[in-house]
């Protein structure tokens, strides 16, 4: 059961410009998290945002989250090589566990 | 260092052959997941448990098992292996706040191929 998709499937940039990122997901939540994979590693925790939050920041990132469009967005600002990775929302709907999204490629060109 | 460890991290194996992939946490959580990573299909949960003794089935547990016997273990086990189990698996946990979890820390991932 896919809860959240991702969009776009790929996204590529240059250093220094912002990668905006999509996740839609079917049903009401409980709350949203995103997550980055760099390439065969393990998912590493980003954020998590609660459905009575409608933004939330950490460092460089900023989600935000439209309940009412079933919807949130990733923005990454002044994105750095470090960044390049798969990044996956993922969605709590009450006592289902987590459910991931099939994610986005980012690649950040220096 | 808090971590989920996995091993092993890669894991050559022929068809049939019963396999145990281990995950242990050291971060007290109540919650620890199996998932597989597929090429186009992402992320999809295997098995999950809430706490010691109880586990629940995800969307793909056929050919799988697991047990929850301690709280810092939860291991997966290939009772007779196939190729269509060759795959990526992550094991994670996660503590609960208010009934639901919260971010989850994920293994380094073992590399399976089944032949």
Redesign the interface.
């Known amino acids: 059961s896919q809860q959240g998709e991702e969009d776009p499937q790929a996204l590529s940039i240059q250093e220094g410009e912002n990668a905006t990122m999509n996740c839609s997901y079917k049903t009401s939540i409980n709350n949203l998290q995103w997550y980055r994979q760099n390439s065969g590693r393990g998912l590493v925790h980003l954020i998590l945002i609660r459905s009575n939050e409608r933004e939330k920041h950490s460092g460089r990132l900023r989600v935000t989250l439209d309940t009412s469009k079933k919807s949130s967005s990733l923005l990454i600002t002044a994105s750095r090589a470090a960044d390049t990775a798969s990044y996956f929302c993922a969605t709590v709907s009450g006592n289902t566990p987590l459910v991931f999204g099939k994610g986005t490629r980012l690649s950040v060109i220096a | 260092e808090a971590q989920?460890t996995q091993n092993p991290r890669y894991l050559i194996t022929v068809t049939g052959k019963k396999l145990t992939v281990t995950c242990s946490q050291n971060m007290n959580h109540e919650?620890m997941?199996w998932?597989r990573q597929d090429p186009?299909?992402?992320?999809r949960?295997i098995y999950?448990s809430m706490n010691v003794e109880v586990t629940d089935k995800?969307?793909v547990p056929e050919g799988y098992k697991v047990s929850r016997k301690e709280k810092r273990n939860f291991p997966l086990i290939l009772e007779s292996p196939s190729p269509n189990q060759t795959s990526?698996y992550?094991c994670?946990s996660?503590a609960f706040t208010g009934g639901?979890?919260?971010?989850?820390?994920?293994?380094?991932?073992t590399?399976l191929t089944v032949v």
């Open positions: 989920v919650y997941s998932y186009g299909l992402g992320l949960q999950y995800g969307d990526l992550f994670a996660s639901l979890p919260r971010g989850y820390t994920f293994g380094s991932g590399r």
